[in-house]
């Protein structure tokens, strides 16, 4: 087990430009969760799947944003025209889906700051 | 609306004393979990505890123990014999309505472990 890795951990863009960010989970974990976390709040669910299909989007999930699991491997979250808002840390997590309460595990996070 | 609040922004204690964190929560499901992460500075997220809410028996892990008030919406975390590396951002969550990826989690609490 060698925990949820996640790529790069620090980013600094100017708005507009696009970025990508990469989430390798715990390799027998089905799950995988995207949370953004702002500074002084808790995180905010942004997406999760199930192997590479997408059970569920929040409603506060701009059309700028994309995720993708395509092998139901690892996954990308890109943002596209990036705005001063969406400056924050990107959290990935993981789980195992054999029961409702199967615990999340979190990586390190990636922070995004856009100038 | 399903809510997770936490009142107490910070908190401090004292090295092998208790001390108690505080969440409430709203939710019109009738069978649910509550989670309660911690997030040491600069490090992941993890795991506390969890209580499913049909259960009476509050859940205990070591020094980590809870008080659930089910009819009072009520979920503190106890943290005794509190130890330095229990100094944390400490967060309240529960899932979203029948999800099984998206948690609402509260704005945390701060805590400060002294020696």
């Known amino acids: 087990d060698t925990g949820v890795s996640q790529d790069p951990r620090h980013k600094i863009t100017k708005r507009g430009q696009n970025v990508t960010f990469r989430c390798d989970p715990i390799s027998e974990h089905n799950r995988l969760y995207w949370y953004r976390q702002t500074l002084g709040q808790g995180p905010e669910f942004l997406t999760y799947f199930q192997n590479e299909a997408q059970l569920e989007k929040s409603r506060l999930l701009s059309d700028r944003f994309s995720a993708e699991r395509p092998k139901g491997s690892f996954s990308t979250l890109e943002i596209q025209r990036t705005e001063q808002g969406d400056s924050a840390m990107y959290l990935c997590?993981?789980?195992?889906?054999?029961?409702?309460?199967?615990?999340?595990?979190f990586g390190n996070g990636t922070r995004l700051t856009v100038t | 609306a399903q809510t997770v609040t936490q009142s107490q922004p910070e908190m401090s204690v004292q090295e092998a004393e208790t001390v108690t964190l505080s969440c409430t929560y709203d939710t019109s499901e009738s069978n649910y979990y509550l989670f309660w992460y911690k997030q040491p500075p600069s490090r992941q997220m993890i795991l506390v505890i969890r209580?499913?809410?049909?259960?009476?028996q509050n859940a205990t892990e070591n020094r980590f123990s809870v008080n659930f008030q089910k009819a009072a919406k009520s979920f503190s975390l106890k943290i005794s014999d509190s130890q330095l590396g229990d100094t944390a951002m400490y967060f309240c969550?529960?899932?979203?309505?029948?999800?099984?990826?998206?948690?609402?989690f509260g704005k945390g609490t701060k805590l400060s472990v002294k020696p």
């Open positions: 969550a529960l899932p979203y309505g029948g999800s099984q990826g998206n948690l609402i």
């Open positions: 209580q499913e809410a049909y259960k009476q």
């Open positions: 997590a993981s789980s195992l889906a054999t029961s409702y309460n199967s615990p999340l595990h």
